[in-house]
Nanobody, 125 residues
Framework: VQLVESGGGLVQPGGSLRLSCVTSGIRLDYYAIGWFHEAPGKEREAVSC????????YYSDSVKGRFTISRDRAKNTVYLQMNSLKSEDTGIFYC???????????????????WGQGTQVTVSS
């Protein structure tokens, strides 16, 4: 199993980035994929996830309305479209997988299994 993030970079406040999480070794149909943010000096936090079955999506309050998660099953890829970026979005973004997710546990980090190596996002003028 392998997850590889890409798409990070330097962007000005108010700008946009689209992150990609390419998976291999699994069928994306059977796994939920989550995105997580680790700001400098802070703990990693759940940002968003997309479920396996009904394509339910979840977002943290800090990104709701600004970020959108989506899945391309044919490409084994999950995207995180990030708009209206703020300086506090700076940090490393990781994706991770788990077989199932529910509304009350999606943001519990120990429940997530395999992780990618992360991609750096810097929001600065």
């Amino acid at each position: 199993v392998q997850l590889v993030e890409s798409g990070g970079g330097l962007v000005q406040p108010g700008g946009s980035l689209r992150l990609s999480c390419v998976t291999s070794g699994i069928r994306l149909d059977y796994y939920a994929i989550g995105w997580f943010h680790e700001a400098p000096g802070k703990e990693r936090e759940a940002v968003s996830c997309i479920s396996t079955t009904d394509e339910s999506t979840y977002y943290s309050d800090s990104v709701k309305g600004r970020f959108t998660i989506s899945r391309d099953r044919a490409k084994n890829t999950v995207y995180l479209q990030m708009n209206s970026l703020k300086s506090e979005d700076t940090g490393i973004f990781y994706c991770a997988m788990r077989p199932r997710v529910s509304s009350d546990t999606w943001d519990v980090l120990p429940r997530w299994e395999d992780w990618g190596q992360g991609t750096q996002v810097t929001v600065s003028s």
